[in-house]
C-alpha cells in the first residue's frame, strides 16, 4: 500500500511536497495518443514525451497532427546515397532515391506543452496504476497500468482510459531523453519486433497486431549512415488493383506489389525517427519515379531502457491527403502504433 493511500485511508492529509511514486519507477516516457473514430473527420494524433517528477507533476511535450489543420509532408533533406539507393526503375532489391519524407512539423520541437499532477496506486490485483489530471483549459485525465520488463529496466504503460484520445502507447525508463541508438544499432537489434497498431482511412478505424517488423531486411547507406532503406518485394494485401493501381498494382498483368521504405534518424540529441512508405505501384500510375502523391509518413520515438538499449518505438501516422479536390480528408490516414519486442 502506497503512503499516499495509506493517510488517505487514516484521514491524514499528505505533506505538502510528498514524494509521489513515480510509474515504475521511471520519469521518462515516449507517448503516442491517438483519438480515432469510425465516421469522424475530426481525428488526431500526438506523438512526444512525458516526464515524471517525484514531487506529482508530469509535464508532456507533444507534436499534435489533427484533420482539422491538416499539415503538409516535409522534406527532410535526406536522400538515400547509391549504396542503398537506385536510379532505376524496376529494381526488386534497392529504393528509388528518392529525397525521404516526413510529417509536417516533425522537423522542429514538439508545439505543444502542458503540465499537470499525477498519482500512482496499486490495485487489488497488484497491479500498479498512474492516473494523470492535465491543468488546461478543458478537462483531461487519462489513466494507465504499469507493467515492467523482468529485469525492471523498462516500464510500459498500457491505456485504461483517456478523456480525449481513444487509443496510446507509452514507455519508460530513467534514460535520458537525449539517449538514443544509432542505426546501426538498430539494424543490430537481435530481437523480434512486432508492431500493434490503430489507424483510421476512410471513415473506419482498424487495428492490427503482432505483425513482424523486418528491420534486419533494410540496408544501411554507406554516406548517409543515418538512413536505412528496404524494398518488401511483394505484398498480398496492399498494392493491388483495386486498391489505387488499377494498371500496374496485384492483379494486373504488371503485378507489382513492391513498398517502398524509409526509415531515418531525425535527431542525434533527441529520441526521433521516421518511417517513410509507399507501393511503387503508386508512383507508376502516376508517371513518376518518386511517388508525390498520398504517401505514408510516420515519425517515431525510440524506446530505451535504463541502460540505454533499444526496444523499439512508438509512433503516429500522419498522412493527410495532398490535395483540396473532393472530400480530401476521406483519404488521410492517421494511426498510432508501436514496434517492440515489449508487448
Not at 492529509?13 to 507517448?31: D, M, R, T
Not at 529525397?99 to 490485483?125: Q, V
Not at 500493434?196 to 548517409?224: L, N, Y
Not at 492483379?251 to 529520441?271: E, F, P
Amino acid at each position: 500500500m502506497s503512503l499516499g493511500l495509506l493517510l488517505a485511508l487514516l484521514g491524514i492529509a499528505p505533506p505538502a511536497n510528498a514524494a509521489v511514486e513515480l510509474p515504475g519507477g521511471k520519469k521518462n516516457f515516449v507517448v503516442s495518443l491517438g483519438s480515432l473514430r469510425d465516421g469522424s473527420r475530426e481525428n488526431w494524433t500526438r506523438l512526444g514525451t512525458y516526464a515524471f517528477d517525484a514531487n506529482g507533476t508530469v509535464t508532456a511535450r507533444t507534436y499534435l497532427w489533427n484533420q482539422k489543420t491538416p499539415v503538409a509532408r516535409e522534406k527532410t533533406g535526406t536522400t538515400p546515397d547509391l549504396s542503398c539507393a537506385t536510379n532505376a526503375n524496376d529494381s526488386r532489391t534497392h529504393v528509388r532515391r528518392c529525397e525521404t519524407l516526413t510529417a509536417g512539423g516533425f522537423k522542429g520541437a514538439p508545439a505543444e506543452t502542458r503540465t499537470g499532477t499525477y498519482t500512482t496506486r496499486t490495485d487489488a490485483s497488484g497491479v500498479q496504476l498512474v492516473h494523470i489530471t492535465w491543468q488546461i483549459g478543458q478537462a483531461w485525465s487519462e489513466q494507465w497500468a504499469v507493467t515492467l520488463t523482468p529485469d525492471r529496466t523498462l516500464a510500459r504503460l498500457d491505456y485504461r482510459f483517456n478523456t480525449l484520445a481513444t487509443h496510446g502507447y507509452a514507455y519508460g525508463s530513467n534514460a535520458e531523453f537525449t539517449t538514443r541508438r544509432a542505426m546501426s544499432s538498430v539494424l543490430a537489434f537481435p530481437g523480434t519486433l512486432k508492431q500493434d497498431i490503430t489507424s483510421w482511412a476512410k471513415d473506419k478505424v482498424g487495428t492490427s497486431t503482432g505483425q513482424t517488423f523486418q528491420h534486419r531486411q533494410f540496408r544501411m547507406c554507406t554516406t548517409a549512415t543515418h538512413c536505412l532503406t528496404y524494398v518488401q518485394p511483394s505484398s498480398t494485401a496492399a498494392c493491388q488493383k483495386t486498391g489505387g493501381c488499377p494498371n500496374y498494382g496485384g492483379g494486373t498483368t504488371a503485378d507489382v506489389t513492391s513498398i517502398q521504405y524509409h526509415l531515418l534518424k531525425m535527431s542525434s540529441y533527441d529520441r526521433r525517427d521516421s518511417l517513410w512508405h509507399w507501393c511503387t505501384c503508386l508512383a507508376m500510375e502516376r508517371n513518376e519515379f518518386c511517388y508525390t502523391g498520398n504517401s505514408h509518413v510516420k515519425p517515431m520515438l525510440q524506446i530505451i531502457d535504463d541502460n540505454g538499449n533499444f526496444h523499439g518505438w512508438v509512433g503516429a501516422e500522419a498522412s493527410f491527403y495532398p490535395s483540396s479536390a473532393g472530400e480530401p480528408r476521406y483519404s488521410d490516414m492517421l494511426a498510432t502504433f508501436r514496434i517492440t519486442t515489449f508487448r
